[in-house]
Structure formats: C-alpha cells, structure tokens
C-alpha cells in the first residue's frame, strides 16, 4: 500500500536553532504567552514518532510531503495520514479526492482536532485499522467557490470568509439566494459546509449542523443597521444543489479559503458564487454524528 504523510511543523521547530528567534527568548524569560509551547512540542513529537514506528512496521510505502501548502496528487495513494491538528488536515484536504484521510491529533492538550479521527496514544492502533479497512469513516460534504463563473477551489471543508482586505474597513455587496436579493453593509460573512459550522459560523450565531448534512449556512458578521432595518438574509442555510451568489460593490474584497493560506481577490462588480461540491471528503475514525464536544481532564476530547 502507499501512503501520503503530511506533518506539520511544531512552534519550536519553525523557530529552529536561532537563540535570537524571539519564541526562544520568550521561552528563557518564561513569558506566559509561550506557556504551554514546550509541552505541546514534546507531545507532538512523541506523537509523529508513533506515526512513523507504525507505518514503517506495516511495511508501507510511504512519501512526505515536505511542505504543507505544497499541492499534491493523492489519487496515487491508498491512504493520506496526516500529523498536527485541523490546520494541518484541512492543508491536506485541498490535495485530495476519494482517497480516505486519517487526521492524528498530535498534541491533544493543547489542539482541538476537530476532524481529527487519532490522537497521541492511538494513533498506531488508527493506522493499523485504517491500513485493513476496518477503520470507521464518513464522508463530509466540500463547498466549490467560483468567481465571475470560473471555479477558484472545490474542495472547500470548513469555510470561506469573504470580507474586505482591511478588516476594519466595511464590507458591502449583494445577497442573491432562491429569487430573494438583499444589499448589505457588514464585517463580512462566513459561508460552508457542515463540517465548518461548529467553529467561526457557530462563534458568529449560526448553526450548528450535522456532519452528514449537504447543506450550506452562511452567517453575516455584524450586519450595520443604521435605522434598525430588516435584514431577511443574515442567516441562510442553502439547501442541497441550490447556489448562493455575492456581488462584490467593494474594490478591495477578498476570500479566505479555510484559513488564512488561500486568498482570492474579488474587485467591484464580481460575481461570487458557492454551491455544493461535486468531491466530499472520506474521513477515518469519526463519526457523523459527531457534533461537537467539551475537554476531558486531561485537555483532551471529551
């Protein structure tokens, strides 16, 4: 079997051997901010240990992928294992198809891991099940981004903001979903699938939706409502193969698509458009019934 590894890099190792780095400094003057970096490094590296021991003594053959905004062809691959958190999983995403993803949470005192279906401790167990098929899975609905009718990215798993360049300058354009139009003045939106709707959409007064939902939701942050006026497209949960469309009255616009890496430009008069993508995403070792979760005590899912 052949396997694709993709593992993030820890504060500690980004920051490298300079002593002038100034986390390393941070960290001699015991600075509260860098508090828990150590801890979260040591972990992570235990955890990427486990990773390899295991697939080197299932006798794989696998490739690393160096650089986690680095594209890849995944439909090479039997099985994408990825080491880190969301950030790392979601940067793996863009690259694949059909090939099912196991996300290893590799620092789970300190990371989420959402999407996540391993952590420390389990992820030898994980891989072994993953690499037998016996593994648990499910398939999480992606969002395609077009502008002015040209697809930017198909492969949306969490979200895209769409807002203005300067984040405290005011956003404006027009709603457009299911023969209503609304003009707006806000902070911006989020728009995504499901699988984002426990996170900023939730944070900004969505919905939280089931991971098996198809559907889309799009939040509005901070509508401007000068005179109290009604807004009826603040919220919007698009329904499954319906299309919701932004038109950019705002030079200076942009979509961040999940997370801060992938950015697209959008001028005045751009027509943007998210609907249902045609690829979801198979992920190893969660459930769609999972919704969402507290910590354990020891900072782990609960």
């Keep these: 079997m052949k396997v694709a590894l993709l593992v993030k890099k820890s504060q500690v190792e980004l920051a490298g051997d300079k002593p002038s780095d100034r986390l390393h400094r941070l960290l001699a003057d015991g600075d509260p901010t860098v ?20 697939l080197q003594g299932a006798g794989v053959d696998v490739t690393r992928i160096r650089k986690r905004r680095q594209p890849f062809d995944a439909s090479s691959f039997d099985l994408v294992v990825t080491v880190g958190g969301d950030g ?12 099912p993803v196991l ?21 030898a167990a994980s891989i072994e099940q993953a690499l037998a098929g016996k593994l648990k899975s499910t398939s999480l609905t992606r969002m395609e981004v077009s502008v002015n009718g040209e697809t930017v ?12 360049q300067i984040p405290a300058s005011t956003s404006r354009y027009i709603l457009e ?9 806000s902070s911006g939106f989020w728009v995504g699938p499901a699988a984002g709707s426990t996170a900023a959409q939730r944070s900004a007064g969505g919905k939280v939706l089931p ?3 198809k559907q889309l939701q799009l939040v509005v942050r901070e509508a401007y409502r000068p005179f109290d006026d ?52 198979r992920l190893l070792g969660i459930s769609s019934r999972r919704r969402s979760w507290g910590r354990d005590k020891n900072g782990g899912k609960a």
């Design 35 to 54: 508090a828990h970096v150590m801890a979260s490094h040591e972990e992570h590296r235990g955890t990427v240990a486990e990773v390899k021991a295991a």
């Design 88 to 99: 790392t999983l979601l940067a793996a995403s863009h690259s694949v198809g059909t090939t």
């Design 103 to 123: 996300g290893v949470n590799s620092a789970p005192s300190t990371s989420m891991g959402f999407f996540c279906g391993a952590r420390k401790g389990s992820a």
């Design 153 to 164: 990215y198909g492969r949306v798993l969490n979200d895209c903001l769409f807002c203005h």
């Design 177 to 185: 979903y299911e023969g209503q139009v609304e003009e707006q003045t």
């Design 211 to 213: 991971l098996s939902s």
């Design 230 to 281: 009604m807004q009826d497209m603040t919220r919007v949960i698009a329904s499954d193969g319906t299309t919701i469309v932004a038109r950019s009255k705002t030079r200076n616009m942009r979509l961040y698509v999940d997370g801060p890496d992938r950015v697209v430009k959008v001028s005045l008069g751009d027509v943007v458009e998210f609907t249902q993508g045609p690829e979801p995403l």
